[in-house]
Nanobody, 122 residues
Framework: QVQLVESGGGLVQAGDSLRLSCTASGRTFGSYAWFRQAPGQEREFVAANTWRGGKGRYTDSVKDRFYIFRDNRKNTLHLQMNSLQPEDTGNYYC?????????????????WGQGTQVTVSS
């Protein structure tokens, strides 16, 4: 059974950092991504990477602030978020796919977790 379980969200102030984690189990994947959803809005792409690792792909608003990576030893996916801003507020979802391409569309990912809430106050 495939499981993706996110953790690490919380309430922080603008300028703070958070590291989100996602424990993946049940099968092997080719790529993974983080999406987020703010209240009343559609889920949007944040960052993606191949399972083997690489530079990653980022939406423009988080470039140079967020970093997506995987801990090979623990099979845990991470999203390091620095210089957080109120517009980064949302429920963050870890998603995974069989494809080895770091795709940006949510429809490209067949597996996702329950999400972890990030709230950034100004």
């Amino acid at each position: 059974q495939v499981q993706l379980v996110e953790s690490g969200g919380g309430l922080v102030q603008a300028g703070d950092s958070l590291r989100l984690s996602c424990t993946a189990s049940g099968r092997t994947f080719g790529s993974y991504a983080w999406f987020r959803q703010a209240p009343g809005q559609e889920r949007e792409f944040v960052a993606a990477n191949t399972w083997r690792g690489g530079k990653g792909r980022y939406t423009d608003s988080v470039k140079d602030r967020f970093y997506i990576f995987r801990d090979n030893r623990k099979n845990t996916l991470h999203l390091q978020m620095n210089s957080l801003q109120p517009e980064d507020t949302g429920n963050y979802y870890c998603e995974a796919a069989s494809s080895s391409m770091p795709l940006t569309g949510e429809a490209d990912y067949a597996y996702w977790g329950q999400g972890t809430q990030v709230t950034v106050s100004s």
